[in-house]
């Protein structure tokens, strides 16, 4: 079986490895690019665990093939934090938005392209965005407290940027 | 298990014809992908049709209907405002399926060739009498996307066929769709009923109507005897009553883990009282 070389822009880094026809994308990621930060929940798109972005499109990474990414840009998790923690982390810690914490990077590239669409959800545009997000520790409710402090504070710095 | 990447359906067509073993066409792989990893299929070949041009377009008809390529995700008709304002039934019938992250992905054409009884996009497709052009070895034709699934799992398609595209007659005026589902929580489950209505109307007369009917029997059904009860009325309460009775009598469901035959044979003329009057208001301008 003859691999498939993949050339990928993951977070603004360019890639290249062989992968199996039948490999995904979270695979690639995991053991390829040792990128471990993305999860494989439960493998079948049901759990969020492994979201990523394709070209700015939200995706569960478990459900696309690594050769499906070429030529693509990927962004992870990994790619989340600058120099400080997005606002997002941030307020994760600061709610305790997490237990087991193993949703965690999922919900908070989920929620980051939710921000980058709607600046300003509702309560119920958030948990529907999210409904693709398992959390089995949290109950939700300090999730979706998290997500909408960190969408007042980033529309607070972009008003004082602007 | 070889990965194909044709840039036409001419090709893809040719090597799905040449293949020997087990087949399967890749768009957004929500279900493919997912029945690979239980094992359920393990493609000797995949045909990814993402690479071939226009698949991800979506692309006004010289009459005004929709062409729809067959890569298309779900998140890119929601926003796409003109298919939107034309079919808001069809778009929020695929819209219900899976998450947020699987919308990124999930097509029409995937949801069709998946099979489902309970589809989401497909009643909504079926009520606006959309049609699915089907590429093979002989060249293309066009048949109704109500011909294509045979029932669960299973399509119409001969081998070597792939569907192209997808088209929707053009809305016309004083028109109006909805779809509605059953699912016992809000989101990010499978319909255990499902109910299209597409409408016209000429003043406050319903002149013409479409009724589709989801996971009440091994394919969707359009059921013309609904249609015929709300066809010429206003939908007054009779004509809602006449259009619950027939969907009901229409309805050949199985009874399994989602919900009894009783139920959903109930459900049904619910849904389908309801997704009339969202029909009928959107045909009247009343509402989004």
């Given at each position: 079986m003859s691999k498939i070389h993949v050339t990928t822009t993951v977070n603004g880094d360019r890639m290249e490895f062989l992968a199996e026809p039948r490999e995904t994308l979270l695979d690639a990621l995991r053991?390829?690019?040792?990128?471990?930060?993305?999860k494989e929940g439960c493998?079948?798109?049901?759990?969020?665990?492994?979201s990523v972005t394709v070209d700015g499109t939200l995706v569960c990474?478990?459900?696309?093939?690594?050769?499906?990414?070429?030529?693509k840009r990927v962004e992870t998790i990994?790619?989340?934090?600058?120099a400080d923690l997005h606002p997002l982390q941030r307020k994760f810690i600061e709610h305790a938005?997490?237990?087991?914490?193993?949703c965690t990077p999922g919900i908070l590239v989920a929620a980051k392209a939710l921000l980058e669409r709607n600046p300003d959800p509702t309560d119920t545009e958030v948990r529907y965005w999210l409904a693709g997000n398992l959390c089995r520790?949290?109950?939700?409710d300090k999730i979706i407290r998290a997500v909408q402090d960190a969408a007042a504070e980033m529309r607070q710095d972009h008003r004082g940027a602007a | 298990m070889r990965y194909h990447r044709p840039t036409s359906f001419a090709d893809a067509s040719a090597i799905a014809a040449g293949a020997t073993g087990t087949l399967r066409f890749l768009a957004g792989g929500t279900d493919v992908l997912v029945q690979m990893r239980a094992g359920m299929v393990q493609p000797d070949d995949l045909i990814d049709l993402?690479?071939?041009?226009?698949?991800?377009q979506i692309t006004r008809t010289p009459d005004g209907g929709w062409r729809i390529g067959v890569a298309v995700p779900g998140i890119v008709l929601g926003a796409h405002e003109g298919l939107v304002r034309d079919w808001p039934g069809v778009v929020e019938g695929m819209n219900l399926v899976g998450s947020t992250q699987v919308q990124g992905r999930a097509t029409l054409a995937g949801n069709l060739c998946n099979?489902?009884?309970?589809?989401?996009?497909v009643p909504g497709m079926v009520a606006a009498g959309a049609v699915a052009t089907v590429t093979g070895p002989k060249g293309s034709r066009e048949i109704p996307?109500?011909?294509?699934?045979?029932g669960p799992g299973r399509t119409t398609l001969a081998k070597?066929?792939?569907?192209?595209a997808i088209t929707l007659p053009p809305r016309g005026k004083n028109g109006g769709d909805a779809y509605l589902r059953f699912i016992?929580?809000?989101?990010m489950d499978i319909a255990v009923v499902g109910c299209a209505v597409n409408l016209r109307l000429d003043g406050d007369r319903i002149v013409e109507a479409r009724i589709a009917l989801g996971a009440v029997a091994p394919t969707v059904i359009l059921s013309e005897a609904a249609a015929m009860a709300i066809i010429?009325?206003?939908?007054?309460d009779a004509a809602l009553a006449a259009l619950a009775k027939a969907a009901e009598a229409a309805a050949k469901p199985i009874s399994d883990k989602r919900g009894t035959a009783e139920f959903r044979t109930e459900v049904v003329g619910v849904l389908a009282r309801r997704a009339a009057k969202i029909a009928y208001d959107r045909a009247k301008g009343l509402e989004a």
């Open positions: 053991n390829h690019l040792d990128l471990t930060g993305t493998g079948t798109g049901d759990c969020g665990a492994c990474s478990c459900l696309m093939l690594a050769a499906e990414a070429n030529g990994e790619g989340m934090a600058g938005a997490l237990q087991c914490g193993f520790c949290t109950g939700y | 993402k690479h071939i041009p226009g698949v991800d099979g489902s009884p309970a589809a989401d996009s996307v109500g011909q294509v699934p045979a070597g066929e792939v569907i192209s016992p929580r809000t989101e010429g009325t206003t939908l007054d």
